[in-house]
């Protein structure tokens, strides 16, 4: 490869010279010196750059596969839209289904985070590979002197309180942990006999996380080629 561009480079060398002879009085100026130093130095780091490559191939790969997931991990950052249309898919599937059979617990989250919405309390931070979904003490709509007084306002030390959701990869954690189990109605099957022994418990705890991390890999897998199917085209 490194044998390619010194080709290439004298190819240039040669057009130059032959279709471009000022070049050379150019250069003795005081702005083409400079930007000729620039074309060296930057030459040199890429020949460097080649040569560091030629060297160390398995060291090479693994920074590009470093590089490539952080970059496939910031372009799936989620946003507001993706975390508002998960909420409404929720809510949808929610109202889908019998008030006997429905999780309590998915409902009341669900309707909580839609009456923070409605009330514009909600606010999204992007750290660039992932973001977060704050609670905002107030909403837009309010405007008392508590919202602009700087003593009143939540220290950063205090932020983590406020943190309501995480979201990676295209998909929000805590909305998604809300729907587990969304139509199944713990109450309704207290009375029912327990036909799973005490053993067993961890057994469904351990084949629920190897889901939940096959999940996962699916969907990295699945943005990988999302990613590399948009590069070629």
């Not at 290439?8 to 130093?37: C, D, I, M």
């Not at 029912?192 to 890999?217: A, I, R, T």
Request: with cysteine; hydrophobic share 35%; proline share 2%.
């Amino acid at each position: 490869m490194a044998a390619g561009v010194r080709k290439v480079l004298q190819t240039a060398n040669r057009v130059n010279n032959t279709l471009l002879p000022q070049f050379e009085s150019l250069k003795q100026h005081r702005l083409g010196k400079s930007a000729y130093n620039i074309y060296v130095d930057y030459k040199n780091v890429f020949v460097d750059f080649l040569k560091g490559i030629k060297k160390r191939p398995l060291k090479s790969m693994v920074q590009f596969g470093l590089v490539g997931v952080g970059y496939l991990v910031y372009r799936h950052n989620p946003d507001e839209n993706t975390y508002y249309d998960t909420v409404m898919e929720n809510n949808l599937a929610l109202l889908q289904i019998s008030n006997s059979i429905r999780s309590p617990e998915s409902d009341s989250y669900t309707q909580s985070i839609q009456k923070l919405y409605n009330q514009g309390r909600l606010q999204r931070q992007s750290f660039g590979i992932f973001s977060l979904m704050l609670l905002k003490d107030y909403g837009k709509e309010y405007d008392g002197y508590e919202k602009h007084c700087y003593y009143t306002k939540t220290r950063w030390v205090y932020l983590w309180k406020q943190v309501i959701d995480i979201g990676v990869l295209g998909h929000w954690y805590y909305l998604e942990k809300s729907m587990n189990d969304f139509d199944i109605n713990y109450e309704e099957l207290k009375d029912c006999p327990d036909d799973v022994e005490e053993g067993n418990v961890w057994v469904k705890k351990v084949s629920k996380m190897s889901l939940n991390l096959k999940d996962f890999v699916g969907d990295l897998l699945f943005c990988m080629k999302q990613s590399m199917t948009s590069s070629e085209t």
